[in-house]
């Protein structure tokens, strides 16, 4: 799907219980593609450790 300059593509997506409603817009201003985003946002985050609510609660 291509988006429009200035025209907002929405889409709607269920996860459970959860009803997430997601605004898409293209930017002239964008300086990489979703697809780019996204993998740079993995890759910066593969060797952060990732904490379990278990080890974030006060034991008693």
Same mark, same amino acid.
């Given at each position: 799907m291509k988006l429009e300059k200035g025209k907002p593509c929405v889409t709607q997506?269920?996860?459970g219980d959860t009803i997430y409603i997601i605004e898409s *817009?293209? @930017?002239d201003k964008a300086k990489e593609t979703a697809?780019?985003?996204v993998k740079r946002l993995i890759l910066d985050n593969v060797n952060v450790? *990732?904490? @379990?609510?278990e080890?974030?609660?006060k034991s008693a």
């Open positions: 997506m269920n996860i *817009v293209a @930017s697809y780019d985003k450790p *990732v904490i @379990s609510p080890m974030t609660q």
